[in-house]
């Protein structure tokens, strides 16, 4: 079984009587890639304030693996990145370093120069970061967040506004820093594509209400092409499907069925059910883009939470 990282526990943020999150369940699991996925203004920002330590929950609560009721001993291994990095705009990337590093008491330039090549700013020199690109300056952001050496980083949309190059670019970064370094990571964005190409878990969060937690392989199966058969009982159709050849099948539930392979056939399994005394709800082909998933989710999203 893989070990928890970060649990929280009906995590609620009110400001103004006006709930930003609100029973929020999410579990995060040691050395994974999280994608929280939602539209701007959804709560990604406020929970990830909450787990930095930056805010207080209204209510609920969350744990950190081996640091039980010791929250505050757990932000110290924590790394974040939330909105803007705050930068010195006239100094160099090394000198921003420098003065985080001396906070922490570091004072190896070995060590910063590491940290600035991990993020692909070794070869920068003594350009001022108020002349970075947005690019760079969330390479430095990183950079930033990852002195002290933390076990858990926080990165609220670090994709935002680059170009496509940028984003390739970002995501080869947070994939070496994530299986190299150990590093679990959080990383909040409303572009589902994109993280469908990194993140091994996920939540969908909309109105500050998680919509859906999945693991990257349930949330591919959701968005693959397939065919759908709904039975009042799917354990009668696995025999028809079997004797008819096909193999590339998975049972969802009671009710549910997904088809994998041979999607032009549809019309000649639903006759080999209905021959067979199936009764079939219906039977149909499904071909889902993550985006359009995101989008029919989030639109088909409950409004009477409670």
Known sequence: MEEMFLVT???TKVYKKVPAVSNVDIHIKRGSIYGLIGKNGAGKTTIMKILAGLAEPTSGSFRYDGFEGKEEMAFSRIG????????????S?????RIKCLAYGIGDKNYISEKLSLVGLGKVGKKKA??????????LGIALALVGDPDFLLLDEPINGLDPQGIAEMREILSRLNKENGI???????????????????????KGHIIEESTSEELRLRCKDKIVIKTADSSSVLPILDSNGFTDYQTIDSKTIYVFERLDDVSLLNSALVMAGVAVESISVEATELEEYFLKITGNARTDYT
């Not at 974040?80 to 100094?91: R, S």
């Not at 409303?190 to 939540?203: F, N, R, S, V």
């Open 9 to 11: 526990d009906k995590l």
């Open 130 to 139: 108020g002349k970075f690109s947005l690019g760079m300056r969330q390479r």
């Open 184 to 206: 679990t990571i959080l990383i909040s964005s409303h572009i589902l594509e994109e993280l469908a190409k990194i993140a091994t878990q996920y939540a969908i969060i909309d």
């Open 93 to 97: 990337a090394y000198d921003n370093m």
């Open 80 to 91: 974040a990145l939330i909105e803007a990095p705050a930068l010195h705009p006239n100094l």
